[in-house]
């Protein structure tokens, strides 16, 4: 039963996701795919393929059940239990992103946050302190950590990976512009900005 | 000739710049698709796939010309030219954004800062002002701002959306958490960051 789903599929989960939780927020029970389809702008027929791949969610002439699809999308997407991530690299990216507003209302929780700068040492951040890089290894005894996030410069993002394996995190959020390796098993997604930035800059060629 | 190329493609070509850029800093001058894409992680067959989209670069047996491959690449990707950004939203997010140290090699100058906030008027972030929302109008007179990154709440993003595009703008990378709704002509390209991280709980639920 079990077939891999394009990643293209994945990518546009999140987006079904956070569209339905906007349709609950505003008291909407029930949508057509037609409707849904005009508010995201995809086409319905996508829809119907996309959410295929999990087993199809609508019934004919009757359309979605909001709040049912949008918490089989969350299982989906495993948001049905909580994430406990720590931040290594504080500065303004770092800071950015245990500070992002909207990760917690998704199970995703700040657990502690790491840099080499001893300013920062015992400051903390929604609550949650900031410690030195070489508290890690007594951190992780004490904690479940599911994810990692990288917010460091790229010639030191690798051996961090390292480090943090070595400790058990199989969940890497890589925001270093580098591509990181690692074992089978060990899962990295990345947030490249320039790469981002490029593909602007591709399509801003071709408008001309 | 002009086919649509199709975003997967795209989304590719930024790696491929990153990876020949490294190779050139490296000193290497030709490369083989078999070594290119062992390093890459990639198929032999995908990488000449990617590059016959764009008319295809290399010479069987002989392998790619780096600096070439790379030089057309940027092509590709418009880097053959300089871009003007403005920031809106000096929060840590715009702060990292304007402080990424990799954009200026790529052609992108920052060129602006603006923000609502009274204390960072005046302020400079690499030699840039942070100037207020209310000299914007001001400022487009003066400056080509080929692209606009916005670094806002959600709830205001769209208003400046409509705002800069009145403004002229082409071009918006956006990092609020919303969908814009933007006429034809205009791009956005999103950078949202619980997007990616719900691909990787995906992911990470996937391992059990």
């Known amino acids: ?115 080499v700068n001893p300013n920062l040492k015992g400051k903390k951040i929604g609550g949650v302190p900031i410690m030195m890089v070489d508290e890690l290894d007594e951190f992780m005894k004490d904690h479940d950590v599911d994810i990692c996030a990288l917010t460091l410069p790229k010639d030191v993002a690798g051996p961090m990976a390292e480090k943090v394996m070595s400790l058990g995190i199989k969940a890497i959020w890589n925001f270093a512009l580098v591509d990181l390796e690692v074992p089978e098993g060990v899962i990295v997604e990345n947030v490249h900005l320039s790469d981002s930035l490029m593909q602007l800059s591709y399509k801003v060629s071709k408008l001309k």
């Open 1 to 115: 039963m079990e077939k891999p789903i394009s990643p293209a599929v994945i990518r546009r989960m999140p987006r079904y996701y956070r569209y339905l939780g906007e349709l609950m927020n505003a008291g909407v029970e029930r949508i057509s795919s037609k409707t849904l389809s005009e508010r995201m702008h995809v086409t319905a027929s996508q829809i119907r393929q996309d959410l295929n791949n999990f087993g199809g969610f609508g019934q004919q002439g009757y359309g979605y059940n909001v709040k049912y699809l949008h918490d089989e999308i969350g299982k989906i997407l495993g948001l049905d239990r909580e994430h406990n991530i720590i931040v290594i690299g504080v500065g303004n990216l770092g800071q950015a992103v245990a500070n992002y507003r909207n990760f917690k209302g998704l199970g995703f929780n700040m657990v502690g946050f790491f840099d």
